[in-house]
């Protein structure tokens, strides 16, 4: 017996929200059109950030170089188990560039391949250029090779955002009126932060509101990668992404991807909605930090024996909002890389306390978080800097690190 994750009813919702943005090749397409630098910097300048990405055009020429660490300590990086460097909390373009300014000024930093930004995608983040602003300096100057925005269930979005989903998909939102023309979905679950912020509690017919928040960011600014925390949403993400091969989700820890059951669990819905060419739209997912090491080599082990090729992450390091005080996933870090087993490693935070090394700076409105971009600059300059140290030493180990682009020659 087998019961099948979407209804009919569910499949002609998503169907007609992704006709609705032209069909599936027509957003891949947009998307596309969308990631080129001139075509970004082009926009960002007509809506004020002009002179932001050229500040980061000359903070990255200053940033420390792969090769010259390797040629210092003459390393041999031949042993099985590769190393990517994620680091977290890449507020807007304000804060992602406060950051490469101390990066450069270090001049010592090898700086994440993997960017990780938990911002509310609000009609001012999408539409006023920030988000693309940030895109660009991400991925065009520095040359990130993954960028994750996230879409929050609970964001304010236009009354009329809802009206058009409601006609589209024939599904109902419950929500509350917040004036100004603005409404909210109705969270219900008001225990955590988590729950309502965090985008965890889908409940109904929700899922939609993500997909449709996912589709807006990217289709406005070329945005390919984003956060999925919850079940259904991830299931939706699946079925949604099969015709879009250049739209891709991370899994959240907050999912609690803690064991192997639970990793399966996530198998079965990849499987469920895979690609023609055998691929799913989930790039990567984050093992939860209850996870030992032989939890997480077993994980590696069952994804690579499943045929999906999907990258594993794990916590180095964590704020105390995440999980326990003085978190440390270190040492466990190397013995994965021991086993020969690939493993991204991801700062929440550096292990410090820090002034906005919380959740807190994660659920700032955009004003104040732009307000403040000095303070949680200095919060991800310092993750940076300890995923540096960390990655250096796993390169020592004989171990491949990868960084961003600009940290090559």
Request: glycine share 8%; net charge negative.
């Amino acid at each position: 017996m087998h019961f099948n994750l979407l209804s009919d009813k569910d499949l002609k919702a998503i169907d007609a929200l992704l006709d609705s943005y032209g069909g599936p090749k027509e957003i891949s397409r947009k998307i596309e059109s969308m990631r080129d630098y001139p075509t970004r910097k082009k926009i960002a300048g007509e809506k004020g950030y002009g002179a932001t990405l050229e500040q980061a055009e000359e903070y990255a020429k200053s940033f420390a170089k792969v090769e010259d660490f390797v040629e210092r300590h003459n390393l041999q990086l031949d042993k099985k188990g590769i190393c990517t460097a994620q680091v977290s909390g890449f507020q807007g373009s304000p804060v992602t560039l406060e950051c490469m300014r101390k990066v450069a000024e270090s001049g010592d930093v090898l700086f994440p391949t993997e960017m990780i930004s938990v911002v509310a995608l609000t009609e001012q983040y999408i539409f006023s250029g920030d988000l693309l602003s940030t895109l660009a300096m991400a991925e065009n100057i520095l040359g990130a090779s993954k960028f994750c925005s996230t879409n929050i269930i609970g964001t304010p979005l236009p009354e009329e955002r809802f009206v058009r989903m409601e006609k589209v998909t024939g599904e109902t939102f419950e929500r509350k009126a917040l004036g100004n023309g603005f409404s909210q979905i109705i969270l219900k679950n008001m225990g955590t932060a988590f729950g309502n912020l965090g985008g965890v509690e889908v409940g109904n017919n929700n899922h939609i509101v993500y997909l449709d928040g996912v589709l807006r960011a990217s289709l406005e600014t070329g945005g390919n990668f984003f956060l999925n925390p919850s079940w259904s949403t991830i299931i939706a993400a699946c079925y949604c992404a099969r015709e879009i091969p250049n739209l891709t989700f991370k899994i959240s820890m907050l999912l609690s991807t803690q064991n192997t059951i639970q990793l399966r669990m996530l198998m079965n819905i990849m499987k469920e909605y895979l690609r023609d060419d055998g691929t799913t739209p989930i790039y990567e997912i984050n093992i939860g930090n209850a996870a030992t090491t032989e939890t997480f080599i077993q994980c590696s082990e069952e994804m690579e024996a499943s045929g999906l090729d999907v990258l594993l992450a794990a916590h180095l390091r964590i704020n105390p909002d995440l999980g326990m005080e003085n978190f440390n996933w270190t040492e466990n870090a190397f013995k994965v890389f021991e086993a020969g087993r690939d493993l991204t490693i991801k700062y929440e935070s550096d292990g410090k306390s820090r002034p906005y090394d919380t959740m807190e700076a994660y659920f700032l409105g955009d004003d104040e978080r732009n307000e403040k971009s000095k303070l949680i600059g200095d919060v991800i300059y310092h993750k940076c800097v300890q995923c540096d140290k960390d990655a250096k030493e796993i390169m020592k180990r004989g171990h491949k690190a990868l960084f961003a682009e600009v940290s090559y020659r």
